[in-house]
């Protein structure tokens, strides 16, 4: 009997060792089987080379741009500051690596087509992470859409408010230099990604949006998360709530509401109204609830269906999937859940909110976009 060639492992640089690389990417990637961390990036040398040495990276860098030239890399995970995703998650595909971007994928519409663009010139596998799509109740409602049951779906409504969750006081997260938008882009883009997708992305025809920092402003709301936490610096000049309604084409439209701090109960929630039925997907602490809406014998009834439980080798269930499902991509030549092209759309109506917000009128989106 001829022995088995153990497959050699994908080499993985990660770039970011904040707290969402110590907290979520590095465990998994340490943990999975097809996987070996070569190299670490983070431009506060000291805090890469302590994350370094707690996951036994063997090399770090402080220059995202020495680490792509000198280390190869068959896969890149980038969780820097949102500003620098699209450079980085560029250089990275065009030196050969496939890529998996933290959310939101850019903060320009521009950049992440140029994104895009590049993983399909390179022939590399770009994708995005917004893991929240693999909770069973996500894929519970998106089967019953797909098999026609909840009919046309013709409204969503998309809410991710926090009490009090603003990610530090001056660090990236609230600075619109770095980070493009505050929680527009930091949760919103999750509420937004999941309703999109759930509709299969139309393109979208207009967007009227709001942003308000009553509370951020005024050196409130403080969370207790976020890898630089300073809770005196006064360097806030991002939304800390963001509202809009978006028109998509076939008459389809989406309410979003996003809070990272408020004096009002903390909320992740998504409504979807369907001809046949409707649902809503909860956090209640713990796993997304289903509850499902319909007629039985010309009465309403409402139903929770049992959901199977989201299962990983490791703590961070839906960061596992997210990563290894991009593996299974790169080793199957298959494509991953989430596709740069979804992110683009994503994008874009970010930008469309952004600019409703401060121009105070609706933004209509041009026919060939």
Known sequence: MTATTPRARLRLGIFGAGSLAQKAHLPVAKAHPDLDVVALCDNNLSRAEMVAQEFQVPQVFS????????????????????????????????????????????????????????????????????????????????????????????????????????????????????????????????????????????????????????????????????????????????????????????????????????????????????????AEIVREGGPFKLRLHQDLNDMPAVTEPVLPQLQAPVPQKQYWWEIDQLVRAIRENGQPMVLPEESVITTRILEGLIRSAGSQAEVRFGKNK
């Open 63 to 278: 220059n995202w741009e020495e680490m792509v030239k000198q280390v190869p890399l068959d896969m890149a995970i980038v969780c820097t500051p949102n500003i620098f995703h699209a450079p980085i998650s560029i250089a990275a595909l065009e030196a050969g690596a496939h890529v998996l971007c933290e959310k939101p994928m850019a903060i320009r519409s521009e950049d992440a087509e140029r994104m895009a663009a590049t993983a399909k010139r390179t022939g590399r596998i770009l994708t995005i992470g917004h893991h929240l799509r693999f909770e069973p109740a996500i894929q519970a409602v998106k089967t019953l859409i797909d098999q026609g049951k909840m009919g046309r779906i013709y409204y969503i409504q998309a809410r991710y408010l926090r009490r009090s969750g603003i990610p530090g006081f001056g660090s990236w997260f609230t600075r619109r230099e770095l980070a493009g938008a505050g929680a527009l882009f930091d949760i919103g883009v999750h509420a937004l990604d999941l309703a999109l997708y759930l509709l299969d992305f139309p393109q979208p025809e207009t967007v009227s949006g709001v942003s308000y920092a009553e509370l951020g402003s005024r050196g409130r709301g403080l969370g207790g998360w976020g890898a630089d936490i300073f809770k005196t610096s006064k360097d806030f000049d991002v939304d800390e709530l963001s509202a809009g309604l978006v028109r998509l084409a076939g008459g389809a439209a989406i309410q979003l509401e996003a809070s990272w701090a408020g004096y009002n109960p903390s909320s992740e929630f998504i409504g979807i109204f369907g001809t046949e039925m409707g």
